[in-house]
T-cell receptor
Framework: EAGVVQSPRYKIIEKKQPVAFWCNPISGHNTLYWYLQNLGQGPELLIRYENEEAVDDSQLPKDRFSAERLKGVDSTLKIQPAELGDSAVYLC????????????FGQGTRLTVV | GIQVEQSPPDLILQEGANSTLRCNFSDSVNNLQWFHQNPWGQLINLFYIPSGTKQNGRLSATTVATERYSLLYISSSQTTDSGVYFC????????????FGKGTKLSVKP
């Protein structure tokens, strides 16, 4: 069974440019998370989806970040415009049904903003 | 929201030694997971253990939900065990989110 797939693995962009990350969760998993991980820190939640509905986006900086999960499967996280402080690893995870079920993570996208 | 504290923050071991990592949490949980983050950044699932005890090879974990803590035991450590170990918890039923601690950085020396 395929795990959570993220792309790209690495991305280097100049500040003020847009960037997008893509995530394909494990088949049949209704819950999808996007996390941000800064160097030396634990992952921090950005947004959680239940099917196609964003049920918690309270930590998503909405002035520059946006996310969507069309048809309740794949998801895209976008930053526009990127700032130097956005350099981090962006992780996607999925679980079968809600936060009480076991979550599995993708390999992440390492973003460097120069 | 729920608070997660892990200890110790750093741990250095000689190969073959045993260790215990601790995770304290501030509220009742319906999910507790232990992860190992390898040097390439991948989060590897170790245990899904909201309560009880589980074992997988040299690793075992115990969660005492009533006292709000979990322990991860590593026996006969190997250099490949090096990395960061994270505890993550969720509470609040279907409305909860999976919240991470700051991790324990383990270094196993040959």
């Amino acid at each position: 069974e395929a795990g959570v797939v993220q792309s790209p693995r690495y991305k280097i962009i100049e500040k003020k440019q847009p960037v997008a990350f893509w995530c394909n969760p494990i088949s049949g998993h209704n819950t999808l998370y996007w996390y941000l991980q800064n160097l030396g820190q634990g992952p921090e939640l950005l947004i959680r989806y239940e099917n196609e509905e964003a049920v918690d986006d309270s930590q998503l900086p909405k002035d520059r970040f946006s996310a969507e999960r069309l048809k309740g499967v794949d998801s895209t996280l976008k930053i526009q415009p990127a700032e130097l402080g956005d350099s981090a690893v962006y992780l996607c995870a999925s679980s079968p049904e809600g936060a009480g079920t076991e979550a599995f993570f993708g390999q992440g996208t390492r973003l460097t903003v120069v | 929201g729920i608070q997660v504290e892990q200890s110790p923050p750093d741990l250095i071991l000689q190969e073959g030694a045993n260790s215990t990592l601790r995770c304290n949490f501030s509220d009742s949980v319906n999910n507790l997971q232990w992860f190992h983050q390898n040097p390439w950044g991948q989060l590897i699932n170790l245990f899904y253990i909201p309560s009880g005890t589980k074992q997988n090879g040299r690793l075992s974990a115990t969660t005492v939900a009533t006292e709000r803590y979990s322990l991860l035991y590593i026996s006969s450590s190997q250099t490949t065990d090096s990395g960061v170990y994270f505890c993550a918890v969720a509470s609040g039923g279907s409305q909860g989110n999976l919240i991470f601690g700051k991790g324990t950085k383990l270094s196993v020396k040959p």
